[in-house]
């Protein structure tokens, strides 16, 4: 099932996937639409090649340690293991399909894969359509800058936690939206 679009009308749902998509500092939106630029929606794709994916904003990388230019092996493998994680939460809401690849284990929150396991990703989704409460226009995104700005409006990238007052903010701010906006991923 290729190409598929994603329809949420649910505040609970806009909230969950904005706030995976927000995840490491929208580490999966940047890395999700990195691949869909690069490959497309229709091709298979070698989880390593996004080791030298930038994550997050510079704050995050610079916080996390995540030189993302560094071949020192200890970065690379702090960035392999940021990247599981994030393809964790991209296949949590169904953006990706993670395939090992001969003998390899399957990607696990509680052991991440060592850095020369091999997997596929098969990424699925080419539109994220979000139908917010109150009635109003319709807004396509086509841009990645666009689609920051968008779901930062709801979880800011630099905000710290508590997680509660972050829920509490994004539910209000979804509840205040009108609309349909849809991001359509590069294909």
């Given at each position: 099932?290729?190409?598929?679009?994603?329809?949420?009308?649910?505040?609970?749902?806009?909230?969950?996937?904005?706030?995976?998509?927000?995840?490491?500092?929208?580490?999966?939106?940047?890395?999700?639409?990195?691949?869909?630029?690069?490959?497309?929606?229709?091709a298979l794709v070698d989880a390593r090649t996004l080791i030298n994916v930038p994550i997050g904003s510079k704050a995050f990388r610079a916080e996390e340690s995540l030189n993302?230019?560094?071949?020192?092996?200890?970065?690379?493998?702090?960035?392999?293991?940021?990247?599981?994680?994030?393809?964790?939460?991209?296949?949590?809401?169904?953006?990706?399909?993670?395939?090992?690849?001969?003998?390899?284990?399957?990607?696990?929150?509680?052991?991440?894969?060592?850095?020369?396991?091999?997997?596929?990703l098969d990424p699925r989704v080419s539109k994220l359509v979000f139908h917010f409460p109150a009635y109003g226009e319709?807004?396509?995104?086509?841009?990645?800058?666009?689609?920051?700005?968008?779901?930062?409006?709801?979880?800011?990238?630099?905000?710290?936690?508590?997680?509660?007052?972050?829920?509490?903010?994004?539910?209000?701010?979804?509840?205040?939206?009108?609309?349909?906006?849809?991001?359509?991923?590069?294909?």
């Open positions: 099932m290729k190409d598929r679009e994603i329809v949420v009308e649910n505040t609970n749902s806009i909230y969950r996937y904005i706030s995976n998509l927000s995840f490491a500092s929208q580490g999966c939106l940047s890395i999700y639409w990195d691949i869909c630029e690069k490959y497309g929606t229709r993302y230019q560094s071949n020192k092996p200890e970065e690379r493998k702090r960035r392999w293991n940021w990247v599981q994680l994030i393809l964790l939460r991209l296949e949590r809401i169904g953006f990706v399909r993670i395939k090992p690849i001969g003998n390899n284990p399957p990607f696990s929150i509680k052991s991440l894969a060592p850095i020369d396991a091999n997997y596929i319709k807004t396509e995104i086509s841009s990645i800058i666009a689609a920051h700005k968008f779901i930062g409006r709801f979880i800011p990238p630099s905000w710290p936690p508590p997680y509660s007052q972050i829920r509490e903010h994004a539910l209000n701010s979804i509840c205040k939206t009108k609309g349909q906006v849809a991001i359509l991923f590069p294909r």
